[in-house]
């Protein structure tokens, strides 16, 4: 779904406190932004901030960080965010490919890939969040043993996922081909493939 321009985005987001553009200052800093040392949990791609925002309001005592590079997107969530005042949730407008300069070594405890872009071309595939590539950056900012979560409505990116995280040597903890509504936050995104009864895939893996 393309999203129209929204020109006041950044200046926008720029005043809302709950929202960082760009992270490199607090690296190894974010349990001082969240003044606790509650478990840090990272969805990459958030969109609009659906499933981030379900999650942090039914787990207050685990904090979140949205990471999106889209601004026309995540404007969305930031209202949102900064209407209910949702405190164990922070916004990072950001690209995936600099993850090392937001985040110590450790800092995230988990995880979240939601809806990533299959990138279906061969000569695309090393734009996949799942791909090696990201798995390299993972490792370096997760803690040992840390979980890494995927849905997704691609059975080929799912499979080819699935490939990634073996071939990595992360613990493939569980595997969903059609997971049920009842075991997952469902976002309007999602939805709409479960209104044409297409199936969630969904893995857990855990770095070793």
């Known amino acids: 779904m393309r999203l129209r321009h929204k020109p006041n985005a950044i200046p926008e987001m720029e005043k809302n406190p709950y929202v960082f553009l760009g992270g490199d200052k607090y690296k190894g800093k974010w349990k001082e932004i969240f003044a ?12 609009m901030g659906d499933f981030i925002i379900q999650k942090a309001l039914h787990n207050k005592d685990i904090n979140y960080i949205a990471l999106e590079m889209n601004t026309n997107a995540f404007v969305v969530a930031s209202r949102k965010i900064l209407d209910e005042e949702i405190q164990n949730v922070r916004g990072l ?3 995936a490919e600099n993850l090392e300069d937001f985040f110590e070594r450790g800092e995230i405890d988990k995880i979240y890939l ?8 061969t000569r695309h595939h090393k734009r996949r969040l799942s791909h ?4 390299d950056r993972y490792v370096n900012i997760v803690k040992n043993g840390s979980v890494l979560e995927l849905k997704t409505d691609n059975e080929e990116f799912f499979d080819a996922s699935l490939e ?6 992360m613990t493939i903890e569980k595997v969903d081909r059609n997971l049920s509504i009842s075991e997952s936050f469902v976002t309007e995104y999602e939805n ?17």
């Open 114 to 121: 939601n809806f990533s872009t299959p990138w279906p071309k």
């Open 132 to 135: 090696k590539r990201f798995l």
């Open 93 to 95: 407008i950001a690209n």
């Open 192 to 208: 709409k493939f479960r209104m044409k009864n297409m199936p969630i895939y969904f893995v857990r893996a855990s770095f070793k």
């Open 164 to 169: 990634y995280f073996q071939e990595y040597g």
């Open 36 to 47: 606790n040392d509650n478990p840090i949990h990272l969805e990459i791609g958030a969109g």
